[in-house]
């Protein structure tokens, strides 16, 4: 088992979601409107939401976000890859250890469950696909990048992009086009 732990939500989680077969989301309990801060695509990756902190003074505040994320996650249920009651949230404090047993077993579950119903394989080509087509990406524009003329014209398409002047698009095909 490997586990990958990144610095917040934003993109890298997204990426870490394309290499990894369960995504969990650790999140400390908040006050108010705690579905506000959590972009709307992380939600939508995570497999298992843990409410960390739910002990001592934040045990009433971390069950109540747990409640407003297993509410909200409910939306999300009926995905292929997941069993019954998935994807879920759950209140657990790691300085009492209270939940991790069940978080474990959550953990387990899924994670057999995928594999008994081959979601594990074919997660792992689409996986695998992702990162080919990241590496071409990758490489083709470094490839435009090494050709001088080219990059310089990709400069200029790119500052007039940015200044509205040029729509995205249209900037890529003229980038592509060999025109000069």
């Given at each position: 088992m490997v586990l990958i732990e990144t610095v917040?939500?934003?993109?890298?989680?997204?990426?870490?979601?394309?290499?990894?077969?369960?995504?969990?989301?650790?999140?400390?309990?908040?006050g108010g409107d705690e579905l506000q801060g959590v972009k709307r695509g992380i939600m939508?990756?995570?497999?298992?939401?843990?409410?960390n902190k739910a002990d001592g003074d934040l045990k009433a505040q971390a069950t109540r976000t747990c409640a407003d994320y297993s509410g909200a996650l409910r939306l999300l249920r009926k995905r292929p890859q997941d069993?019954?009651?998935?994807?879920?949230?759950?209140?657990?404090?790691?300085?009492?250890?209270?939940?991790l047993d069940r978080a474990w077993s959550e953990i387990q579950h899924l994670a057999v469950w995928r594999k008994d119903n081959g979601i594990f394989d074919s997660?792992?080509?689409?996986?695998?696909?992702?990162w080919f087509h990241e590496e071409v990406r990758a490489q083709l524009l470094a490839r435009l990048k090494a050709d001088r003329?080219?990059?310089?014209?990709?400069e200029r398409?790119?500052?007039?992009?940015a200044e509205g002047r040029l729509p995205a698009a249209l900037?890529?095909?003229e980038a592509l086009s060999g025109k000069v």
């Open positions: 917040g939500v934003g993109q890298s989680e997204t990426m870490v979601a394309e290499m990894s077969d369960l995504f969990l989301l650790l999140l400390a309990p908040a939508e990756i995570a497999d298992i939401i843990l409410v069993p019954e009651g998935f994807p879920k949230a759950l209140a657990v404090s790691a300085v009492q250890g209270d939940g997660r792992r080509k689409e996986q695998s696909r992702h003329a080219l990059a310089k014209r990709l398409l790119e500052a007039e992009v900037a890529a095909t």
